[in-house]
């Protein structure tokens, strides 16, 4: 039998850590650790003690599909979520961050609308579905996934 945390209770828990965002002081918060985009939290109910791990709010489906494919294999499906990225980000935070993200394209991108981007993002996501699902595969005690790591025979 699982514990079920009420909405209200929830609703209260981001009301909470949002005020702790925007202020910069966590002190009232009960960190149970922090993610490279996540917060773990400790949140004690009338129904026990919860876990909660929040991601950060992805404002479209465009946004969320280009974080994702930031950790796509298809070379395709990363270099349009880099292409979305470098069309949205402005300037000096594109500069920022572009050394982390290990863009590998040979060549940049042809300079395409911003809607050609996200339509080609959107259409990616059983690719980038599939490539999470096969980064999901228990591996061996050797560290190889059964399909891809060995070598015959």
């Known amino acids: 039998m ?3 945390l009420a909405a209200a209770d929830l609703a209260t828990a981001e009301a909470e ?11 009232g918060l009960d960190v149970l650790g922090y993610g490279e ?6 949140v004690t109910t ?8 929040r991601l950060p709010p992805f404002g479209t489906r465009a946004r969320y599909d280009a974080y994702r494919g930031l950790f796509a294999s298809d070379l395709q499906v990363r270099g349009t979520a880099l292409e979305y990225l470098e069309a949205i980000l402005p300037e000096e935070i594109r ?3 572009w050394p982390f993200l290990e863009d590998r394209r040979s060549r940049p991108a042809p300079h395409r609308s911003r809607d050609e981007i996200v339509r080609d993002l959107l ?21 190889a996934t059964p399909d891809r790591d060995r070598e015959p025979g």
Request: cysteine-free; glycine content about 10%.
């Open 46 to 53: 009338p129904a026990g003690r919860f876990a909660l791990k």
């Open 37 to 42: 985009i996540s917060t773990v939290i400790a």
């Open 17 to 27: 850590l949002r005020r702790a965002l925007a202020s910069g002081d966590h002190g």
């Open 95 to 97: 500069r920022a961050i």
């Open 123 to 143: 259409a990616s996501e059983a690719t980038i579905a599939l490539d999470l699902k096969r980064l999901r595969r228990p591996t061996s005690s050797d560290g």
């Open 2 to 4: 699982g514990l079920t």
